[in-house]
């Protein structure tokens, strides 16, 4: 295995890996944001103006989000991907269309933090393993307030986890 490492003391093999992943989280940010804002335009019903504010917040949030891991990919040295054909490659979270009953907004909230859970739990492991602390960091960060976000939207559901 090569050890060579990069000006942040990162090896560089797992390094670009890493980013690479860090690619397919950030596209699927974008289609989640994309689902957020289709649903905070979309929705109808007595529950409107609650729901339409939380997915603001949740979409401003995703939109912060999606800057830090572009931001990410570049301090690890490459070039992070910005353009919807990319995106659509790599999605894995489902993606809403039409969507404007308040309890299937709520389910592709849930639908879409469970697939990117997945994602930033498989690179919480590789940065692990790599001693790439500001991923991992930042992947814990995500994680946390995800998990916290799906509890939420299951209360309103009234399911369980
Ligand atoms: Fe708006």
Known sequence: MNMTVN??????????ELAND??????????????LRGIHW???????????TKFEELYTDANIKVDEIAERIL??????????????KKVKVPIGKN?????????????????????ERMILEKSDEANDEGTNSMMSDFITEQEKTVWMMKAWLDESI
């Open 7 to 16: 000006s942040i003391g990162l090896e560089v093999e797992i390094t670009k």
């Open 22 to 35: 860090l690619n397919i989280l950030l596209s699927n940010f974008q289609v989640y944001y994309q689902n």
């Open 42 to 52: 979309n929705i109808k019903g007595k529950r409107f103006f609650d729901l339409h």
């Open 75 to 88: 301090t690890l040295g490459e070039t992070p991907l910005h353009t919807f054909d990319d995106y659509i």
């Open 99 to 119: 969507i404007k009953q308040d309890e299937k907004a709520v389910h592709l909230i849930v639908d879409s933090l469970s697939e990117l859970l997945k994602i």
